[in-house]
């Protein structure tokens, strides 16, 4: 199976993935792949964070790029991409590297929030930076205080959850992103979930959903 995870910035992607990850599924993170790149202070890195750091996009060509050469390297795992497509253009690179390599889209979950619990939750926001765990001041701290309880990384606030960049994140969803809901409602693939459940609630509304399309399509052979 693999799917993608739709939504906007903080709708609950991320955490949603930390439990997919359980199913063996391969989390795709293009966010996590350029803070790895940031971190590390690659070409990469330094090119992905001046946009980054204003909560503006990493170009297509950049982006597709990195996707195409993970499928190709290992297509026959099971994907969870979160984060990526972001744009019609990187929906459509993925469909074709996709179709190029007989690799099969299940389903496209698209979180649904409002943006005041965007602004909450990504104001009140922490991430491991080695691992990338997700923490918040409100009601999930780590044990330790900026200390990761998975891999003892340093817990930290991303540079694009400060206020202003959130904003534009929000601007940029709008713009380039929510495009992709008809582009994926023509395909047939979107499930529509609340992302304002609690990620348990939500992992297990998501499970229930895709059996039953499962259990569907199989009883439409
Ligand atoms: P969020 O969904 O909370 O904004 P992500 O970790 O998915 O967080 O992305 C962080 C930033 O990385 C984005 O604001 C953007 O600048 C960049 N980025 C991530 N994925 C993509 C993508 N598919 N295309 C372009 N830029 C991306
Ligand atoms: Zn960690």
């Known amino acids: 199976m693999n799917f993608v995870i739709l939504g906007k910035p903080g709708a609950?992607?991320?955490?949603?993935c930390e439990e997919f990850k359980k199913n063996n599924l391969i989390h795709l993170s293009t966010g996590d792949i350029f803070r790895r790149e940031i971190a590390s202070q690659s070409e990469l890195g330094l090119l992905a964070n001046s946009y980054i750091r204003k909560g503006n996009l990493v170009p297509d060509e950049v982006t597709n790029d990195i996707i195409k050469k993970i499928l190709v390297e290992n297509p026959n795992k099971d994907y969870i991409f979160?984060?990526?497509?972001?744009?019609?253009?990187?929906?459509?690179a993925l469909k074709k590297n996709m179709d190029d390599l007989g690799i099969e889209l299940?389903?496209?979950?698209?979180?649904i929030v409002d943006d005041d619990l965007v602004i909450?939750?990504?104001?009140?926001?922490?991430?491991?930076?080695?691992?990338?765990?997700i923490y918040n001041t409100r009601n999930h701290n780590p044990k330790?205080?900026?200390?990761?309880?998975?891999c003892g990384g340093e817990v930290i606030t991303r540079a694009d959850d400060k206020i202003e960049a959130i904003k534009e994140r929000l601007?940029?969803?709008?713009n380039q992103t929510a495009p992709l809901i008809d582009y994926?409602?023509?395909?047939?693939?979107?499930?529509?979930?609340?992302?304002?459940?609690?990620t348990i609630d939500l992992y297990q509304v998501v499970m229930k959903n895709l059996n039953e399309r499962k259990s569907l399509s199989s009883s439409n052979l």
């Open 12 to 16: 609950g992607k991320g955490s949603i």
């Open 82 to 92: 979160d984060g990526y497509p972001r744009t019609i253009n990187q929906a459509q």
């Open 106 to 111: 299940d389903a496209v979950i698209n979180l």
């Open 120 to 133: 909450e939750r990504l104001s009140s926001r922490r991430v491991c930076k080695e691992c990338g765990a």
């Open 144 to 150: 330790v205080e900026g200390v990761c309880d998975k």
């Open 171 to 174: 601007n940029v969803y709008n």
């Open 184 to 198: 994926y409602i023509k395909e047939g693939l979107i499930m529509n979930v609340d992302g304002s459940l609690d």
